[in-house]
């Protein structure tokens, strides 16, 4: 079969599709036999070895995969070859067939399509899991969402809008903004022209926003944080601009606001019954259209690297999903 392979940390350029055998389904695992992968930042993060997790070498990268299940290991319950699933392998999705424990996988709705599937997991996993059990976001609350034409931005924006939330978009261009509105936002801030903590404070009277989603990180987390109303919440979900903040406690003390780190991946393993629950809020909100993955482009695997490069070039709108049979 065909993947995509890391044989070493580097640049995206580094990356090469080669013939490498067909894994096999563990005690516990199944393989899935892909048919789409979504990119996401940690994974251009992993190839470069500036990520958490470094895999040894060699590895394919790819997180968040969708298609059929190919085998079934020892002791897997439930699954069976053919069944249309989604799931979060972690690393391996961008190749023709990955490798998943089978816990870490849940059937693929009928009315739902493969890149979809890919993009759902992962992506508004991490967002609702930080709105809802991180951020507490409540209805009628305002919610600034930074990056919020990315992938977990953009879900992020969604999910706000699904849970009630007046939301705040904010992110580099007017383009990325139009489909910030298009997913609902109430209300956007170019950060890239405009005062970030000026627009956020004007758009709510002065008062502040009660929840920021920062997957962003760099300069904007301070100017979000002064934005932020008594007792509101800066959820500090990423890094993607490339540097981790420093911000003044006294930022924090001043009006009772707290800062909540985020780490879906840790959150599903702690919390394995919350995951299902959250998986299966989002399958209701897709059923009634309240979300629906923003899957801007689907790309071969030979042409994975240059979307890996696109994400850090800070080009991509929504999800890049790499069909890997193609
Ligand atoms: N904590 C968790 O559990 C968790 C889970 C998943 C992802 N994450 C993190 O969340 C972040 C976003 O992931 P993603 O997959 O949504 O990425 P993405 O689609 O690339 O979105 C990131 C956004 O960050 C903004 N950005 C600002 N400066 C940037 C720069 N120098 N390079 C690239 N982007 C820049 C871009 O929006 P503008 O151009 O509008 O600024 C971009 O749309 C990453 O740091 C990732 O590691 C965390």
Redesign the pocket.
Known sequence: MKALLCTAYGSPQMLSVQEVPSPKAGPGQVVIDVKASA????D??MVQGL?QVKPPLPFSPGAEVAGLIKEVGEGVQGLKAGDRVMGFPGTGGFAEECVVAAEKIMPLPENMDFASGAALV??YG?SL??LQDCGRLQPGETLLV??????????AVEIGKAMGARVIA????EE?LALCRRLGADETID??TEDLRKRALALTGEKGVDVVYD????G?TEAALRAVAWRGRLL???????EIPKIPLNLALLKERQLI?????D?VRHDPRGHVRNMQQLLAWFAERKIAPVVSEQLPLARAHEAIQR????K????IVILPES
């Open positions: 990119l996401n930042f940690p251009a993060l990520y992962l992506t991490t899991h930080a930074l990056g919020a034409a990315g992938g977990v931005g953009a879900a904010a992110a580099s261009s990325k950060y890239a997957p962003v990180g760099g904007y500090i979900v990423g890094f993607a601009a490339g780190g985020v780490y879906w991946g959150s994400l850090l070039d800070r991509v709108k929504g999800k």
